[in-house]
């Protein structure tokens, strides 16, 4: 085997962890945890919902309701929701792409190029959504006696654009091998 393939083996599996914690991040309701002195809140009042997408938006697809969700969305939270879905279609479309490229025995060095585009795209989507989601969290105080932190579908998020980093040193160092080795 040689060594731009093994590199390849190792960018689709980070690729893929890189994926899998953009997925959880997006669906999961705890990019903040609201601490609030305040009785009596409902769980399932849906403007206590910390996450990005409500899961019932995705599962049932009940109109008036998901409307409502986006339109009551800050400007920031958007541009985190936009940046995560995209990030999420880049790395799929990434690992799709590694495998195919790994199936390929020929002219390996002419194809596999794009997989450094897509780890720095699926980077910067990652960071940007990161930045903007820790610049403005702390908007989502309600209450006086509220306190918020970030939580773990946040730090999950990083998680994802850590991986997605270290997929960028890895498709250039495929890219390279691939033209110099085998």
Known sequence: ????????????LIMTGSAILTAVALFTPS???????????VNGD?????????WTCINHSQGQTCQDWWGNLPGG???????????????IFAVIYNFLTCLACCCKKYIIHPLTLFAVISTILLLIA?????????NFTVQPNTT???????????????????DVILGALTVFLGEHCC
Do not use: H
Not at 1 to 12: E, H, P
Not at 46 to 54: A, I, K, T
């Open 1 to 12: 085997m040689c060594l731009s393939g093994l590199t390849q083996i190792f960018y689709g």
């Open 31 to 41: 990019w903040n945890t609201v601490e609030d002195n305040v009785k009596g809140l």
């Open 46 to 54: 849906p403007s206590n919902w910390n996450g990005l997408m409500p």
């Open 77 to 91: 939270t958007r541009c985190v929701v936009v940046c995560m879905i995209i990030a999420l279609i880049v790395q």
């Open 130 to 138: 990161v930045i903007v989601y820790a610049a403005t969290w702390n």
């Open 148 to 166: 918020t932190q970030l939580g773990y579908s946040f730090w999950l998020a990083v998680g994802a654009l850590i991986l997605s980093a270290a």
